[in-house]
Every structure is written in structure tokens, then in C-alpha cells.
């Protein structure tokens, strides 16, 4: 139909589901490292940051209510709940001497997608966990709790993912056309100012939505990945990866196995932003003081070894499948894999050691 607008790529990104060898459970090593990368930090700022005693005062018991947001389906979720609980405990031992009246509870709430395979998460959970927990489905850019009703809020690797592409980039009569391309490069003017208007479209609607839920004084911890200031997508590790992965979309066209149109209107709902533009965005929404900012990526590095070819490999498929076949259709999902997958070895490409570094960004928000 000629006024049919372009479809896009899916609304839901999913990670693949169960345990099995391809599932993003046994296939998330990278993304943990992030994780262990930043227990300590976790630990120094809910020490230096939060006020319990404002919380604890008189009661013989507390409820501590923390949610993470994008929380996939585990094993990491599980370890950052572990590091923030064992954070306030620590804590709460040292403001009282290891003498308080009063007992903390912890109350946690798993937030993804409804299509996020929240069974295989909770079937993870060891039976003698001794916390509250529940699944909260539902895309963070929206309210997902009462007012004032969270005490830490928490967003690994998640943010860096749009509620959705912006139209113009597949939209062939537009000057933000993203022709031959499936990504935000940084490079194309036009382009790129449609990704930054999504982008801060939904960092206010999160920014919203988490000032309404956390209470007064209550912390967000916020990991994402990002660029170094100034320097574009393109020119990074992920941004090879990109390119890359895009290669292969072409080279199943070209054999005929996927329609170029459905090429021209795929592009990635992820936009990878500069520490600069992060801080603007939470001092213009104003609901939270930045407590602190890190760019942990030399970090990392030095505590990491890099990923084997296939650990990538696996990795990939693991975050990618579900937008693929999304789109394309199941039929094509292993033989696109296949083409990565030979790609991949072939160019010796290794995350964390092609081009230039791409930034973590480690936040730490206070509600006001
Ligand atoms: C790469 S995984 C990270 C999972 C986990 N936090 C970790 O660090 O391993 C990103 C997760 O964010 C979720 N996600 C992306 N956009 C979302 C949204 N708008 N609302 C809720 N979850 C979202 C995805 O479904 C996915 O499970």
C-alpha cells in the first residue's frame, strides 16, 4: 500500500529465553562483568548516600523495597540484588554497632518485558532466598509502581535500549534516512538528531516515571553503556560490531534470502550516549542530584579477560536473535547466525579490543 508507514523493527527487544546453551542466562558473562565491576562502587555509595536511619527510626522492622529495571532473565539481576541487600546490610550493621532493634526486610521486583521469560528467572531463584520478590512486566519508559513506594532502584545494561526506532530513519522520503545502514553511526547529522530525540524522549519518560516512584532520599543506580564525549558510534568497538552484523544482512540479500526492503526498514532500537549528554538530560528533569558519575571502562579492562571468538558469537545471538526473527522471520535466524558467526572469526573481531573503547557509564541518582 503506498501510504503504508515503514514497519520497524519491534517495540519489545527480547533476550532468548530458557537455559539452554543459546539462551542470554548462560550466555550474559560480558554483562556481568559489568555487574562485578561495580559491586564496590554499589557498596561505597549506599554507605555514603542513603540515610537509612531516616527509614529504620522506632519500627522493630523495615521493609527495604528495591526493583531493578531491565532485568532480562538472570543470572546478573540476581547478582545485583545480592551486592545492593548485602550493601544496606553492611550498612545498617555499621550505623548500629551490630545492635539495632530493628530487622530489615527486602522486598524485590524483577522488571522486563511481559514477553521476558520471567519463568526460567524465577525458577533460578535458590527456594530458601530468604526476600519478598515479584515480577513487575512492562516497559520502564511508563509508571510501573505506587508513588513513593521504592527505596533503591536499579538499571544494568538496559538504557541504552529505545522504546523504539525512530520512524524518519526508515522512512526513504526523509532527510534522516538512514540508507545502508542499521544503526545510529554519530555521523550523519540527520540521523543522529532523530536518535538523540528518542533517546531523550525516553530518559525523561524513565527520569518521570522513577521520580514518582522512589521515595524521598531513595537512590537509582544507573549502568549503561555510552560513547566517549565527541567521539561517534561508528568509531567504537560496538559500532564495528554493528557494521559487522549488518554486513551479514546484506550478504543474505544478495543470495536471495531476504528481501532488500525488509533491509532498508531494519535499524536498531539503541542509541549509546556521551556521559555530557546523560548528565543534561537528569539536571533538566531536575527530580534527581547526580551523587556521583564514573566512566569505568580502563576498569574493566584491567580486571577482565577478554571474551573467547565463540563467547561473542554466543553473546551475540543470545541479544540479537529475537529482533531478528522479529523481523525477518524464523526461517532465516540460523543461517544469518551461520554468516555472523563466519564473519566473526574471520575478521578476528573481539569485543573490548577493536577500536576505541566505548564508555560505562556508573551513576549514582538521589530522588529530591
Ligand atoms: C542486555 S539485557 C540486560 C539484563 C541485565 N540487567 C544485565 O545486566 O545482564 C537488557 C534488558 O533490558 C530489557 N529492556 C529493554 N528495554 C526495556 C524497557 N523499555 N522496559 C523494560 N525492559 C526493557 C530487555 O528486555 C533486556 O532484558
Not at 125 to 138: E, H, K, L, T
Not at 237 to 251: M, Q, R, T, V, W
Not at 270 to 297: C, D, H, Q, W
Request: hydrophobic fraction near 35%; proline fraction near 5%; aromatic fraction near 10%.
Amino acid at each position: 500500500m503506498a501510504n503504508e508507514e515503514p514497519k520497524t523493527v519491534p517495540q519489545q527487544i527480547i533476550m532468548k529465553g530458557g537455559d539452554g546453551p543459546l539462551s542470554y542466562a548462560k550466555n550474559s558473562s560480558l554483562q556481568k562483568g559489568v555487574v562485578d565491576a561495580t559491586k564496590g562502587m554499589i557498596i561505597h555509595a549506599i554507605a555514603n548516600n542513603l540515610d537509612m536511619d531516616k527509614f529504620c527510626s522506632q519500627s522493630s522492622s523495615q521493609t527495604f523495597r528495591i526493583a531493578d529495571f531491565g532485568c532480562s532473565i538472570g543470572p546478573n539481576t540476581i547478582f545485583s540484588m545480592q551486592n545492593i541487600i548485602q550493601a544496606l546490610e553492611q550498612k545498617h550493621h555499621e550505623n548500629n554497632h551490630g545492635n539495632s532493634p530493628t530487622i530489615l526486610e527486602f522486598q524485590l521486583f524483577f522488571n522486563d518485558h511481559s514477553t521476558n521469560d520471567f519463568n526460567t528467572l524465577f525458577k533460578s531463584i535458590p527456594p530458601s532466598w530468604p526476600y519478598f520478590v515479584a515480577g513487575v512486566p512492562g516497559s520502564f519508559y511508563r509508571r510501573l509502581f505506587p508513588k513513593s513506594s521504592i527505596h533503591i532502584g536499579h538499571s544494568s545494561n538496559a538504557l541504552q535500549w529505545l522504546s523504539k526506532v525512530p520512524q524518519e530513519v526508515v522512512d526513504c522520503k526523509s532527510p534522516a534516512y538512514n540508507d545502508g545502514s542499521i544503526y545510529c553511526r554519530g555521523i550523519e547529522k540527520e540521523v543522529t538528531k532523530a536518535y538523540i530525540a528518542q533517546f531523550e524522549k525516553d530518559m525523561e519518560s524513565f527520569l518521570n516515571g522513577r521520580g514518582e516512584e522512589l521515595v524521598n532520599g531513595g537512590l537509582m543506580v544507573i549502568l549503561m553503556g555510552g560513547v566517549p564525549n565527541g567521539i561517534p558510534l561508528s568509531h567504537t568497538a560496538i559500532g564495528k560490531f554493528y557494521d559487522l552484523f549488518g554486513s551479514c544482512l546484506l550478504d543474505l540479500t544478495n543470495k536471495g534470502l531476504v528481501n532488500e526492503e525488509k533491509v532498508k526498514s531494519f535499524n536498531l532500537p539503541l542509541y549509546f550516549p556521551s556521559a555530557k549528554e546523560v548528565k543534561e538530560l537528569i539536571e533538566r528533569n531536575g527530580r534527581f542530584s547526580i551523587e556521583s558519575m564514573n566512566e569505568i571502562t580502563e576498569q574493566l579492562k584491567r580486571g577482565q579477560p577478554l571474551p573467547s571468538a565463540q563467547n561473542c558469537i554466543s553473546h551475540v545471538r543470545a541479544g540479537f536473535e529475537g529482533l531478528i526473527k522479529d523481523h525477518f522471520g524464523t526461517e532465516i535466524v540460523d543461517e544469518f547466525f551461520a554468516c555472523y558467526a563466519k564473519k566473526h572469526l574471520q575478521s578476528g573481531f573481539v569485543f573490548g579490543d577493536n577500536g576505541v573503547d566505548n564508555t560505562l557509564m556508573f551513576m549514582i541518582l538521589k530522588r529530591i
